[in-house]
C-alpha cells in the first residue's frame, strides 16, 4: 500500500520529518557548475518538494552525507586529542537505488574490511534512513542493470515523483506519522533496463589469466589519454581512499586538528613511499588499478562488484574516456584470452 | 564506540643515532608486537606515518626511522623525555613458528634490516631455537651501515655478510649487491632452509629469485612490503595490491602469495 501526496502534504512530512532529521537530497546549485552559467547538481540538505533535483542526475554522489570530502578526526590542543561532536539529527537521505546500494558498498570497506569498524563512517552511518526515488529510466550514461545495483530493496521509504504526485511506500513505521494521505494501491518499481548494457567480465577468468590481463596492451591507450585528474574517483559514489593530513592554525600553532580528505588512485602521491618511491607512475596503470578495484578485486575480496552503473565517471571525464568501454574492452580480452 | 584511529603517548626513553638521517627511538610501551608487525606514528600537528617496530622488549619498543619526510623530519627533532603518538601493531609478522629447528637465512637490504632485527636478536637471545642463521646484510655505503654493534654481536654466534654497493678508500669489506653472493652462500638442506628478504622492491624481487635457483621452495620464502598508508586498518585504500591489503595481511607475505602481487 503507498500513501498518495500532494506536494502540500509532502512538505508538510518534510517539516515534520526535519525536526529529527537533516534530509538530503539531488539539489540544483544555480551558477556553480565548472563552466560559465552552468548549473551543479549536487547533493544537499531540502527543505521542501520544489529542493529537489529530479530530472538531472547528480555530478555528485550521496557519499559525502557520510563520509565528508575533509573530515577532521581530531583537534589538538598541545598534546591532546579531542574527537569532534556530530549533530543529534538523524539523516535522511532521498537517493536512487544506484547510490543506495553505494552505500552498501561503503560498508563493506569502512565496517567489514580488516578487524575494526571505521567509528567516524559508523557514527554517521548508523543514522542514515533510505528514501528511495523510483527511478524506472535512468539516464544515457545508466547501466546499473548490468552490475546488478538498480534495486534496493531495504529501504525506510519509497518515493514515486510523478510530476505533482507524490506516493509513498512507508515501509519504516517509524515514519508513518509524518506522511497523512489518501491510501493508494503502489507496487515500486526499478529500472529493468538500460539504454546501455554492459558485459562484466568472470572474475575467475581474470585469476585464471591475471597477468595477461594487467600486461594488455588496451591499458596503453590511456596512458595517453587519461590526465589523472581524479574526477571519476571524485564522482564515484563508491571510491572511499583517503589521507590523513595534519594542520595547525596560523594564529595558534599550538593547536590543530588531524584530518582525513579524500584520496584518489589516479592522483600524483597516492603511492608515495619515504625515500621516493611510488608505484604505478603510468596512468594506463593507475586505469588498471582503477577499473580492476571495480569489476575484479573488490568483488574477489567482498563477493559483490564494487561498481553501480551510476556512470558518473563518463560523465564527468575531461578526456571523454568511458569507464563503461575499458569494461567491455577488460571482458572481450578476458574471453579472448581464455580461448587462446 | 572505539575510536580506532587514537593514538596512545608514548615516552622517548633514547635515541640512538645510527647513521647522519637513521636514530633509532626507543620507547617506553607495553606493547609485545609479532617480528614485522608496524606501528601508526604520529606528532600531532604534523602527521602520521606507517613505521616498523625494530625491536622491542616487554618495557620498550625500538623504532628505526630514516629523515625522509615532513614526519620523520620532525621527529628527529625530539628528544628524549618528549612523546610520540603510537597506535597499532598492525598487520602480520613473520611466523616464527613455523621456522623452529630450521635452517634459516635473512637476507636484508638498508632499512629493511630494520623489521627482521628483532628475529635475529631473538635468535641471538636463544640460538637453539633454529638449526642454523645466515645473515646477508647490505647497505649503499658504509656510512649507510646500520646496528653496526649489533651486526658485530651477531657475527660471534652466526654467519654474518656485510655488503656495500659502493665502499671508500676506508672499507676493507665486502663490495656489491646482496643478490652477488647469494649464488656462494652456504645452504645445506635447501628443502629445509627459511629464507626472510625485506629489502627495497628490486632488491627483493632479485633476491628472491637468486633462492629460487639455491633450491630454496617458494613457500619457504618469506618478505615485507613497504607501501603508503594511511590507515592501517584496511580504510584508507592506498596500500591495496589487487584484493591483497598490506596492512591487513601483510606486510609479511609468503612468498608463493607475494609473487602474485602485480602492481
Redesign the interface.
Known amino acids: 500500500m503507498g500513501i498518495e501526496l500532494d506536494v502540500k502534504s509532502f512538505d508538510d512530512a518534510l517539516k515534520i520529518l526535519s525536526k529529527n532529521y537533516k534530509i538530503f537530497a539531488p539539489v540544483r546549485l544555480k551558477g556553480k557548475g565548472a563552466f560559465s552559467d552552468t548549473d551543479l547538481v549536487t547533493y544537499g540538505e531540502i527543505s521542501s518538494y520544489k529542493d529537489i533535483e529530479l530530472n538531472e542526475k547528480s555530478r555528485y554522489s550521496p557519499k559525502e552525507v557520510i563520509y565528508p570530502i575533509t573530515q577532521t ?2 583537534y ?1 590542543t598541545e ?1 591532546e ?1 579531542k ?1 569532534p561532536e556530530i549533530d543529534d539529527k538523524g539523516i535522511i537521505v532521498f537517493l536512487r537505488p544506484c547510490d543506495a546500494n553505494s552505500y552498501l558498498k561503503l560498508d563493506n ?2 565496517l567489514k ?11 554517521l552511518r548508523d543514522k542514515v534512513k533510505f528514501f528511495i526515488i523510483e527511478c524506472t529510466k535512468g539516464f544515457s550514461t545508466c547501466f546499473c542493470v548490468s552490475t546488478g545495483s538498480n534495486k534496493f530493496l531495504d529501504y525506510d521509504v519509497f518515493v514515486r515523483f510523478d510530476n505533482d504526485k507524490i506516493t509513498c511506500d512507508v515501509k519504516n513505521d517509524e515514519f508513518s506519522y509524518a506522511f497523512s494521505g489518501k491510501e493508494v494501491e503502489f507496487i515500486p518499481e526499478f529500472i529493468e533496463k538500460n539504454e546501455i548494457e554492459v558485459k562484466l567480465p568472470d572474475i575467475d577468468k581474470i585469476s585464471q589469466n ?2 595477461y590481463v ?1 600486461n594488455h596492451e588496451l591499458w596503453d591507450e590511456y596512458t595517453k589519454r587519461c590526465i589523472a585528474c581524479g574526477r571519476c574517483t571524485v564522482s564515484c559514489p563508491t571510491c ?9 592554525y596560523k594564529d595558534n ?1 599550538k ?4 584530518r ?1 580528505v579524500w ?1 584518489s ?1 589516479m592522483v600524483d602521491g ?8 611510488s ?2 607512475q603510468k596512468y594506463g596503470e593507475r586505469m588498471r588499478f582503477k577499473v ?2 571495480k569489476i ?3 568483488k ?2 567482498f563477493g559483490t562488484t564494487m561498481c553501480v552503473g551510476c556512470g558518473r565517471c563518463d560523465d564527468v571525464c575531461p578526456e571523454y574516456i568511458s569507464f563503461i568501454k575499458i569494461v567491455s574492452k577488460v571482458t572481450d580480452a578476458v574471453d579472448r584470452g581464455e580461448s587462446k | ?7 596512545i ?1 608514548a615516552e622517548i626513553v633514547s635515541i640512538i643515532p645510527q647513521t647522519d638521517i637513521d636514530y633509532t627511538f626507543r620507547l617506553k610501551s607495553d606493547i609485545l608486537p609479532q617480528h614485522g608487525q608496524f606501528l601508526q606514528v ?8 606507517p613505521i616498523s617496530i625494530s625491536d622491542y622488549t616487554d618495557e620498550y619498543i625500538e623504532l628505526t626511522i ?1 629523515k ?2 615532513t614526519v ?1 623530519d620532525a621527529i628527529h627533532e625530539l628528544k628524549p623525555g618528549d ?1 610520540l ?1 603510537i597506535r597499532g601493531p598492525y598487520g602480520h609478522g613473520f611466523p616464527v613458528e613455523d621456522f623452529k629447528n630450521k635452517n634459516v637465512v635473512i637476507a636484508a637490504g638498508g632499512t629493511g634490516l630494520a623489521p627482521v632485527k628483532s628475529i635475529i636478536n631473538r635468535y641471538n637471545r636463544n640460538p637453539k631455537e633454529i638449526k642454523k642463521l645466515n645473515i646477508l646484510v647490505g647497505f649503499k655505503s658504509p656510512k649507510d651501515i646500520l646496528f653496526e654493534d649489533e651486526i658485530k654481536k651477531w657475527k660471534e654466534k652466526f654467519d654474518v655478510l656485510l655488503t656495500v654497493d659502493n665502499g671508500d678508500e676506508t672499507w676493507k669489506g665486502n663490495t656489491g649487491l646482496i643478490t652477488k653472493f647469494i649464488p656462494d652462500l652456504k645452504i645445506e638442506n635447501s628443502d629445509d632452509t627459511i629464507v626472510i628478504v625485506v629489502g ?2 628490486m632488491m627483493m624481487k632479485f633476491a628472491c629469485l637468486e633462492f629460487l635457483k639455491r633450491g630454496i621452495l617458494e613457500e619457504n620464502i618469506w618478505v615485507s612490503f ?3 598508508m ?2 592501517g ?6 596500500c ?1 595490491i ?2 591483497t ?1 598490506v ?2 595481511e601483510g606486510p609479511v607475505f609468503n612468498y608463493t602469495k607475494s609473487k ?1 602481487l ?2
Do not use: W
Open positions: 578526526l581530531f589538538f598534546d586529542y574527537e570497506i569502512f574490511n580488516g578487524p575494526y569498524e571505521d567509528n567516524y563512517y559508523k557514527r591475471l597477468e594487467f572511499s581512499c583517503f589521507s590523513m593530513q595534519d594542520i595547525f600553532p593547536c590543530g586538528e588531524r582525513r584520496a588512485c597516492f603511492t608515495d613511499v619515504a625515500g621516493g618511491h608505484y604505478r580492476m578495484h575484479y578485486d573488490y574477489k575480496r | 564506540m572505539t575510536n580506532v584511529y587514537m593514538p603517548k604520529s606528532i600531532p600537528k604534523i602527521g602520521e606515518a630514516r625522509v619526510g620523520t612523546f603518538f627495497p622492491p613497504e607501501r603508503k594511511s590507515c586498518i584496511g580504510k584508507c585504500g592506498h591495496k589487487n584484493e591489503y596492512c591487513l602474485q602485480l602492481d
